[in-house]
């Protein structure tokens, strides 16, 4: 007693399946490269510094609230780029909590040498200064610029 010609195709279907599925995965791996993704964990821990500072010599207070709860970005931007070695870019930026919680960015600055695909960020949650009550966000971004 052997196998119908019906048998022997389901056996055929299931091994030429088996094939296909085999086929397909060795043509994925060969036809889409790999993403790696690089660490610049060293970059946040740059920007980490600078915002430590920032708030060591009161900057936060002067350059995001101001006196009426204006910004002063020059004060910000001088600042970070005196921090900073001349071979990393960065980016600041400031933003409110408006009151339905909605973030809206108020200040931003990018230095020429920014490298947006090389970058890792840092942020500091303010809640005010000089009796100005506001939640503001300050993004430290920092790259390597080659």
Known sequence: ?????????????????????????????????????????????VADNV???????????????????????????????GSLPSEYGFRISVSRIDDSGKIIEIFAYESGNFKLEKASSSYVILSGCNGFYEPRIVVLTISRGD
């Open 1 to 45: 007693m052997g196998l119908r010609s019906g048998q022997i195709r389901i056996i055929e279907v299931a091994i030429a399946g088996i094939i296909a599925l085999l086929l397909l995965r060795v043509v994925s791996w060969v036809a889409y490269p790999r993403v790696i993704y690089a660490s610049y964990s060293t970059h946040s821990f």
């Open 51 to 81: 915002l430590r500072v920032l708030a060591e010599k009161n900057i936060f207070c002067q350059a995001v609230y101001g006196l009426d709860g204006s910004i002063n970005g020059n004060l910000l931007v001088t600042f970070v780029e």
